[in-house]
């Protein structure tokens, strides 16, 4: 904690009266514990502007941040509810239920198309805040109704991925959207159709190891914890600290997992840049003529 | 020594019975023949009631039974002219992965596995049955072998899931897998794969996304295990029978869910207790489901793989 927090932040709610005050006025940074001005934070794209860390943004914001205005949501396909009739402490369908109400979203992925700097693009962003962003049918079916669009639309694909791994709630099924994820990318491959993965935090299990995996280029966001197995899993297998860093963008980088790290802030211009040189075949018509 | 799982205990009783009988010399007034025919008849009553109504949970306990078939027994039964290939070409062999060419009934294949071993030792040679990166990039080249050479691909899944480690993270373990199963759906030729044991999440499917998949009526196939399950969602790994409940888990459900084919029935009291037996109706169930793939060029084998996955789970 630091004096902003302790000190400032309860006497401008005295000053204010608890009610009044946005809890979203100021936030603090969960790696460098400064406090930020909402404002500041939300113009800056969520990276801290202290120290560079990249927070988690909504799915949302994904889509503003990377399409050009003017882009559409496209409305995803259903898909059968709750097929295993899953309970634990809760039922699943009250999970759904819940996480629906507090994202307003269908499931764990947004699918919008429009323009990057001009260039058509189909983009696809998973949301964490919505069950971990867990992968189940609904999220398969979300990234192949992405894959189809894009070649329908010639258009490349462009996939964040955000993701605790598979929706366990659905079984075997959940499973089954690793291959199934597979043959979207497959698709838009197969069409000569640039597909890129942007792993944000955090991106594990089957998401990590199905198409996030696969992109023609791979970026992530500096810090982004990326790996198949959850950390404390291995801990407990190998019986080891694991070393500095393991499992980060950075880690995954050096160990040739990843073609770049790209901070949020430069994240469209990349992107815009990667899909003008991956156009290859209007290239080569222009200068033919 | 037979070992038993803890819901065979009333089985292990009668067992032991038996074997006392049969060592005995005869004695007075005791005819050993007709109290060993009455105890066996007994036997074959009790697993018959035991194992109609096994439990997901119990399903898991004789899926990982230590005497339990595994892959290379497969191999052995099944295949000749076997022939192991080795390596990823990159990095080393990971015995976690077992894979050759082979003829199967007379024609050549290739064959892949994964293996978790018989005894102390050969467990850790082949890592429990969980594999590297190294072992999903072999599975990889010997699928695209066997796509240049029209070989059909027989595999045998029998695994936790894949290695979680330091290494095989650094060496990028969730690519491997998204390879393997690419590789899979890729193949020219028909593959099935058959779920023997133990099918475990990323592990398993990254041999498993075939033409046919076939399971044992034992065997488990699941995205996560009942006890990392239980420890996630019931925060308590002594709820895995509960999570192995609700998880769907066993054969006979993955067929009702329509994500595997064919559920292959095993002998009495396991595919442990008559592992020729076992062996030898799983090759039955591969030359039935081989036989109309043969006809089907690449293209169409490709497409209707990819078709059947992406019909999995739509109403
Ligand atoms: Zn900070």
């Known amino acids: ?289 | 020594m037979r070992q038993f799982l803890d819901f065979e205990k009333p089985i292990a009783e009668l067992e032991s019975k038996l074997d006392e009988l049969r060592n005995m010399s005869e004695p007075e007034g005791l005819n050993i023949a007709e109290e060993v025919g009455r105890l066996s008849d007994k036997v074959e009553r009790q697993l018959r009631a035991i194992y109609a109504r096994l439990t997901p949970w119990q399903k898991a306990q004789v899926a990982r039974h230590p005497e339990r078939p595994k892959a290379g027994d497969y191999v052995a039964g099944l295949i000749t002219d076997f022939t192991p290939l080795a390596g990823d070409r990159a990095f080393a062999d990971d015995a976690a992965v077992i894979g050759g060419l082979g003829r199967f009934r007379g024609r050549p294949v290739m064959v892949l596995g994964t293996e978790k071993g018989a005894d102390t030792e050969s467990r850790v040679a082949h890592n429990f049955g969980m594999a590297r990166p190294e072992g999903y990039r072999k599975a990889r080249r010997l699928l695209e072998l066997a796509g240049r050479f029209q070989l059909p691909v027989l595999s045998f899944v029998d695994t936790a899931g894949a290695f979680p480690g330091i290494e095989a993270e650094a060496r990028g373990q969730a690519e491997a897998i998204a390879r393997a199963i690419e590789a899979c759906l890729d193949a020219p030729v028909p593959l099935i794969a058959t779920i023997i044991g133990e099918g475990g999440s990323g592990g398993a499917i990254a041999l498993a996304a075939g033409d046919r998949v076939l399971m044992l009526e034992h065997a488990i196939y699941s995205v996560i295990s009942p006890e990392g399950c239980a420890s996630i969602l019931w925060r308590e790994a002594a709820q895995a029978a509960q999570a192995a409940e609700a998880l769907k888990l066993t054969a006979e459900d993955l067929r009702r869910l329509r994500l595997i084919d064919q559920v292959i029935a095993e002998p009495l009291g396991g595919a442990n207790r008559a592992p020729a037996e076992a062996i030898a109706t799983v090759g039955e169930a591969i030359a039935a489901q081989l036989e109309p793939l043969l006809a089907l060029d690449g293209a169409t084998l490709k497409a209707r793989r990819r078709e059947k996955f992406l019909a999995m789970g739509r109403e």
């Open chain 1, 1 to 289: 904690m630091n004096w902003l927090t302790e000190y400032v932040r309860p006497k401008i709610r005295t000053l204010l009266g608890r009610r009044e005050v946005p809890d979203n006025l100021w936030q603090q940074c969960d790696a460098c514990e400064q406090m930020i001005f909402h404002r500041d934070l939300e113009r800056n794209l969520r990276v801290c502007t202290h120290c560079g860390h990249h927070m988690r943004p909504s799915a949302a914001e994904r889509l503003e941040w990377t399409l050009d205005a003017g882009f559409s949501r496209i409305e995803l396909p259903k898909v059968p509810a709750d097929p295993l009739r899953f309970r634990d402490s809760k039922r699943y369908t009250d999970r759904l239920r819940e996480a629906r109400e507090k994202t307003q979203h269908e499931d764990a992925i947004l699918v919008a198309h429009g323009a990057i700097e001009g260039q058509k693009a189909v983009v696809g962003a998973m949301a964490f805040d919505f069950m971990g962003g867990s992968m189940g049918a609904a999220v398969g079916e979300g990234i192949i109704a992405a894959a189809q669009l894009a070649v329908l639309q010639e258009a490349p694909l462009i996939l964040y991925t955000a993701s605790g791994g598979a929706r366990m709630q659905e079984g075997a099924i959940s499973l089954m959207q690793m291959p199934r994820s597979i043959i979207a990318s497959q698709m838009v491959k197969e069409a000569r159709l640039p597909f890129i993965t942007v792993l944000t935090d955090p991106t594990t299990g089957g998401v990590t190891a199905s198409f996030a995996m696969l992109g023609d280029v791979q970026i992530a966001e500096p810090g982004a914890m990326i790996g198949f197995a959850g950390a404390r899993v291995i801990e407990q297998t190998v019986r080891e600290t694991l070393p500095e860093g393991f499992q980060r963008a950075e880690y995954l980088l050096a160990h040739g997992i990843l073609d770049m790290v790209v901070s949020r802030l430069e994240m469209k211009a990349t992107l815009a840049r990667l899909l003008g040189l991956l156009r290859g075949p209007v290239q080569a018509d222009i200068i033919k003529l």
